[in-house]
């Protein structure tokens, strides 16, 4: 069975630092996705990583994959407000079938 | 672009009932997924749909069922209804054959349960 962890589950920042969230898996797998969810909302798709060493940038935020280890990192660098929300990576459990295995999320708090 | 439009997207039901939710996929999109979302268990993949035909089924009881027309729009069906289903349901579409497999996800479908 496919198990999604990240960590950390909570974290409160200030603007302006630095943070990276983990995604560990369990199974070999080379597409991983990162959503973004604010309360009460849906998923926002950040990334999507289709291989090993993959790496995308978006603004503040980064994503990257190293299906060896099987980890993925969400990267974010000098952190604003708006960045606050909870967010989860997921993995493609066959490749092609569209069944995600979602990690718990990060709820993630930056403050002024 | 339309985005995934679900409906209705609050709804509140007493147990024992049943419930029935649409999702209808961006234009062109083929494959259609359900997605239960609670804060005990997060965000767990309900069934997936392509071309009418259900490709992949979740960890769920047969209470939950559902289904696609041929114009990809898709619907779920939840009979018997119990506390523990009430939640956030999620459906996302993507064009089937395309290297990213990027989902999309529509606003959701909240259903309480009492």
């Known amino acids: 069975e496919l198990k999604v962890e990240q960590n950390p589950l909570f974290l409160s920042m200030q603007e302006g630092k630095n943070y990276t969230i983990y995604c560990n898996y369990s199974t070999t797998s080379d597409r991983l996705y990162w959503y973004r969810q604010d309360p009460g909302k849906s998923l926002e798709s950040l990334f999507v990583l289709l291989s090993n060493g993959a790496v995308k940038q978006e603004g503040r935020l980064m994503a990257s994959l190293d299906t060896k280890a099987r980890l993925s990192t969400l990267h974010i660098t000098a952190a604003v407000h708006d960045l606050s929300a909870t967010y989860f990576c997921?993995?493609?459990?066959?490749?092609?079938?569209?069944?995600?295995?979602f990690g718990q999320g990060t709820r993630l708090t930056i403050n002024p | 672009k339309a985005g995934v439009t679900q409906t209705p997207r609050y709804l509140i039901k007493t147990r024992g009932q049943q419930v029935t939710l649409s999702c209808s996929p961006i234009?062109?999109?083929?494959?259609v997924s359900w997605y239960q979302q609670t804060p005990g268990q997060g965000l767990q993949f309900l069934f997936e749909y392509f071309s009418e035909t259900q490709r992949n089924k979740g960890n769920f009881p047969g209470r939950f069922s559902g289904r696609q027309f041929s114009n990809s729009r898709s619907e779920m069906n939840v009979s018997t209804l119990e506390l523990g289903d009430s939640a956030l349901y999620l459906c996302?579409?993507?064009?089937?054959?395309?290297?990213?497999?990027?989902?999309?996800f529509g606003e959701g479908s909240r259903l309480t349960v009492l």
């Open positions: 234009s062109g999109h083929r494959s």
């Open positions: 997921a993995v493609e459990l066959i490749q092609g079938a569209q069944k995600l295995v």
């Open positions: 996302a579409s993507s064009l089937f054959g395309q290297a990213t497999g990027e989902l999309f």
